[in-house]
């Protein structure tokens, strides 16, 4: 046996993966036919390619696609078609959306009349601005409630209907004709209502609804929780029942407002802030509106 | 029954708005990018990690693709990225610890796992657990670089061209390396392996 030259030597791996020029492999060839010792090596190398290869593989842990898609949905909610029409455009049409909403309830304070007294809707002006006044007005009063006495039950003077309880408007200025939430009858209500009741509209956003599962004993839960669902989205309802208390009335109650799309990340964010234990679930049921139905499960243990 | 769709359409798709495209592109590569980040750092859990953390970092730039290399080329750098930069924090944090305490070990932040025992059914469709830690053993014997390119040729089945793409080196390293690494499995593996008489 013959000691093969080292450039012969490095070369045995990059002849066994076809990664050599024609001349390179015409000197190994003949090394090799020439070297039995180098053939020996050849096959060694090749032996261990082949092991690696057969054995290396591993596969993903059992769950690991389902987790991840869960971490996507979390991290990344499912784009509503307004991103679609956004990129196109270049445009931000949330902007449009936001002022367009503004403006509707701005008509709808004017078609019903001056706020109910003691209750101040300006005070939410600085907030997402798609809520109705009747809504926002009750729920202001709610908030003016020291949160140290939640207990202290919150008369609410005047209850909207459902049919004026949530008001977002779409994107034409139009007022919503049928409110989803007054279809809402529980938790398990499938929130695939549209929340307009215009077909134009249903055909251009296209999402699921959320249920935002909110845990925490702290007396104040209820109360932190309206007020934001109210800056979002003029809640009225909390397990289909009209609200007239900021104090929980059992252990799990349910509020279903509908946020506008543009809004919602906002929103979840601030939910977040809150402090409390937050989870978020998709709903299956696809859902076409201007604004999407969110659930809120409140849990006070 | 349709044929898949090409990595170029998926990612078509995905920039379309999407999203079961991109569903697919994680199951396409899933087992792909597990594999070389548990053969890279040696265990499962922080494989895992490295793995989902990848394909977050995908769904968060695929939109930027450009398509100017592979998209498998592309993922694999993601993923050779994300382990250094967990091995760069776990030396870190091994370091750190060390100094804090002095005499004592971790062999959790150890810079490479000499393969704890994974327990039966860890290398499932591999045809024996036994060949797995066996793989694993033998790469936690080379040089972090020789076992990247190991694992990237061998495993992997990249191409020369391929493997210097992802690793920024030279075409004429990552040759050079690899056959060194190589000879040196081959020292290792063939005392044990011919003994159990698997080669």
């Not at chain 1, 669902?229 to 309802?237: I, S």
């Not at chain 1, 909390?238 to 009335?249: P, Q, V």
């Not at chain 1, 946020?259 to 049921?285: C, H, I, M, W």
């Not at chain 2, 977050?56 to 398509?67: I, P, Y």
Request: charged share 20%; glycine share 6%.
């Amino acid at each position: 046996m013959t000691t093969p030259q080292p450039h012969i030597n490095a070369n045995l791996s990059a002849y066994l993966d076809d990664e050599l020029g024609p001349a390179e492999v015409e000197t190994l060839d003949a090394a090799l036919a020439a070297d039995p010792g180098l053939r020996a090596q050849l096959l060694q190398l090749q032996s261990v390619a082949r092991f690696l290869g057969e054995h290396g593989q591993v596969a993903a842990p059992e769950g690991f696609h389902e987790r991840l898609m869960e971490r996507v949905a979390a991290e990344h909610p499912p784009p509503s078609a307004w991103a679609w029409l956004r990129q196109p455009l270049g445009l931000r049409l949330e902007g449009w959306l936001v002022a367009a909403a503004a403006v509707a309830a701005l008509l709808l304070v004017l078609q019903q009349g001056p706020a109910p007294s003691g209750t101040d809707v300006d005070a939410w002006s600085d907030g997402p601005p798609a809520q109705t006044a009747p809504a926002a007005a009750q729920l202001d009063a709610m908030a003016k409630v020291p949160a140290e006495s939640p207990s202290v039950p919150v008369p609410v003077t005047e209850v909207p209907t459902p049919a004026t309880a949530v008001h977002v408007a779409p994107p034409s200025g139009q007022a919503d004709a049928e409110p989803a939430i007054a279809e809402a009858q529980g938790p398990d209500a499938a929130p695939n209502a549209p929340a307009d009741g215009t077909g134009e509209e249903a055909d251009v956003l296209a999402s699921p609804g959320y249920r935002y599962t909110v845990r925490s004993s702290a007396p104040e839960l209820k109360l932190a929780v309206l007020r934001l669902a109210a800056r979002y989205g003029g809640a009225t309802t909390l397990a289909g029942a009209e609200i007239s208390t900021a104090a929980m009335s059992g252990p799990t109650e349910d509020l279903m407002i509908h946020v506008p799309q543009p809004d919602l990340t906002r929103f979840a964010e601030e939910l977040q802030r809150l402090g409390y234990d937050v989870d978020k679930q998709a709903s299956n049921e696809i859902v076409r509106g201007s604004a999407l139905p969110v659930q809120i499960r409140l849990v006070s243990p | 029954m349709p044929s898949p769709l090409s990595d170029v359409e998926l990612v078509a798709r995905f920039k379309e708005g999407d999203r079961d495209a991109y569903g697919q592109i994680v199951q396409r590569y899933q087992d792909r990018v597990f594999t070389m980040a548990f053969r890279w750092m040696g265990d499962r859990q922080i494989a895992e990690e490295v793995a989902q953390d990848v394909f977050l970092a995908l769904f968060r730039s695929l939109g930027r693709f450009r398509g100017e290399s592979l998209l498998s080329t592309w993922i694999y750098r993601v993923v050779a990225n994300h382990c250094k930069n967990r091995r760069m924090y776990q030396y870190r944090r091994h370091h750190d610890k060390h100094d804090a305490l002095q005499g004592t070990s971790n062999t959790e932040d150890a810079p490479f796992r000499q393969l704890p025992d994974p327990g039966p059914g860890t290398d499932a469709p591999l045809q024996t657990a036994q060949a797995g830690q066996q793989v694993q053993q033998a790469l936690g014997k080379l040089d972090e670089e020789q076992r990247h390119i190991i694992v990237l040729r061998d495993i992997q089945d990249l191409s020369y061209d391929e493997i210097s793409e992802i690793l920024d080196l030279p075409r004429g390293t990552v040759k050079s390396r690899l056959h060194r690494a190589r000879a040196k499995l081959a020292r290792v593996l063939f005392r044990t392996l011919q003994r159990d008489d698997v080669l």
